[in-house]
Antibody, heavy 120, light 107 residues
């Protein structure tokens, strides 16, 4: 069974940093593209970032470029999102999601999410 | 960026009804469209990918169609567990984008 478990969320002041983690199990992690998707309270879904199997390709939504960094450790079956210079509008539930073997594959499996709140 | 416009935003229907949700893309995305269902407080669940391919384990009352810029998700006979919010997502171009969502409520 595919499992994705996010951690690292919490309350942070504007301008602060957080590092989200996602532990994966139940599949061969290193063979899949992976994503972060967020959802602000009461709002829709927003794709944040994708990373290729070997980390050689990374893509971001414009609003986080230069502030967020997606990375992965295939030896540890883990996905990360380093978030710097956080803003109030980054407040959201952050989901880790598994894609497929190609970048145009959808998110077939999702974690439960970790909540990030940016507030003073 | 590719904009996805879902309609309607809200839909009130009864158990047993046939409902259709549409998703219009601002430019051609071929067949790179997925549909998700999200229940309150839960993660999204993939229903359809490549516009019309049913994800494993998803009931056959769900179907998708379309290509290019016009897509639809149809539920042939609504069941109580289908009342949720539905999102489309395009995977043709970065940045990947989602539609605004359609909330399906019980009439």
């Amino acid at each position: 069974e595919v499992q994705l478990v996010e951690s690292g969320g919490g309350l942070v002041q504007p301008g602060g940093s957080l590092r989200l983690s996602c532990g994966a199990s139940g599949f061969i992690f290193k063979t899949y593209w992976m994503s972060w998707v967020r959802q602000a309270p009461g709002k829709g879904l927003e794709w944040v970032a994708n990373i290729k199997q070997d980390g050689s390709e990374k893509y971001y939504v414009d609003s986080v470029k230069g502030r967020f960094t997606i990375s992965r450790d295939n030896a540890q079956d883990s996905l990360y999102l380093q978030m710097n210079s956080l803003r109030a509008e980054d407040t959201a539930m952050y989901f880790c999601a598994r894609n497929g073997i190609s970048r145009q594959w959808p998110n077939s499996d999702w974690g439960r999410g970790t909540l990030v709140t940016v507030s003073s | 960026d590719i904009q996805l416009t879902q309609s309607p935003s809200f839909l009130s229907a009864s158990v047993g009804d046939r409902v259709t949700i549409t998703c219009r893309a601002s430019q051609d995305i071929s067949f790179y469209l997925a549909w998700y269902q999200q229940k309150l407080g839960k993660a999204p669940k993939l229903l359809i990918y490549s516009a019309s391919t049913l994800q494993s384990g998803v009931p056959s009352r769900f179907s998708g169609s379309g290509s290019g810029t016009e897509f639809s998700l149809t539920i042939s006979s609504l069941q109580p567990e289908d009342f949720a919010t539905y999102f489309c997502q395009q995977l043709n171009n970065y940045p990947l984008t989602f539609g605004g969502g359609t909330k399906l409520e019980i009439k």
